[in-house]
T-cell receptor, first 113, second 111 residues
């Protein structure tokens, strides 16, 4: 079992550029979560999906952030345009009702210059 | 609004038991206590959870007070690889629900 897969692992971009982060949840999991971690704010939930449907996006900081889950095996988090304050580690996690735990991916470290 | 309170940091000698406390005085009757940890540069990892009874698995033990207002995570024989930030979280036991992370406790296991 490959676990949750995130790509890229590291992304360096310039302010104003579009950034797309990708996540492949564990096969069979029907809940997917996007988190962001910074030194100042810690780990915070951005958005989560159940059965590919966004359930709570109240953590998405601004309209510059958008997330999609076109099918059960793929999700994207897009930032357009990116700003230096978006620099953080972005984690994706998945789970299903059979489990009590969320399984986290290795994260994407985003640096916006 | 913080639902849990944890000390920001703790030290533990290698091979000794690490006891990590958590206060959750406003916990509701249907909320469970969950523990996750995050080793440097990795994603958080589930450790254990419980409702009101003490729980044990291959990683740790969870002791919940009778009034459920506090709990203790016990790593019986801490190793250097247990150095991590440990998060105590209370939530309704629904896998589809989100996790709300607080500041956690940074545990440093020393040789």
């Amino acid at each position: 079992d490959a676990g949750v897969i995130q790509s890229p692992r590291h992304e360096v971009t310039e302010m104003g550029q579009e950034v797309t982060l990708r996540c492949k949840p564990i096969s069979g999991h029907n809940s997917l979560f996007w988190y962001r971690q910074t030194m100042m704010r810690g780990l915070e939930l951005l958005i989560y999906f159940n059965n590919n449907v966004p359930i709570d996006d109240s953590g998405m900081p601004e309209d510059r952030f958008s997330a999609k889950m076109p099918n059960a095996s793929f999700s994207t988090l897009k930032i357009q345009p990116s700003e230096p304050r978006d620099s953080a580690v972005y984690f994706c996690a998945s789970t299903t009702r059979s489990y009590n735990e969320q399984f986290f991916g290795p994260g994407t470290r985003l640096t916006v210059l | 609004d913080a639902k849990t309170t944890q000390p920001p940091s703790m030290d533990c000698a290698e091979g000794r038991a690490a006891n990590l406390p958590c206060n959750h005085s406003t916990i509701s009757g249907n909320e469970y206590v969950y523990w996750y940890r995050q080793i440097h540069s990795q994603g958080p990892q589930y450790i254990i959870h419980g409702l009101k009874n003490n729980e044990t698995n291959e990683m740790a033990s969870l002791i919940i007070t009778e009034d459920r207002k506090s709990s203790t995570l016990i790593l019986p024989h801490a190793t250097l690889r247990d150095t991590a930030v440990y998060y105590c979280i209370v939530r309704v036991d629904n896998a589809g629900n989100m996790l709300t992370f607080g500041g956690g406790t940074r545990l440093m296991v020393k040789p």
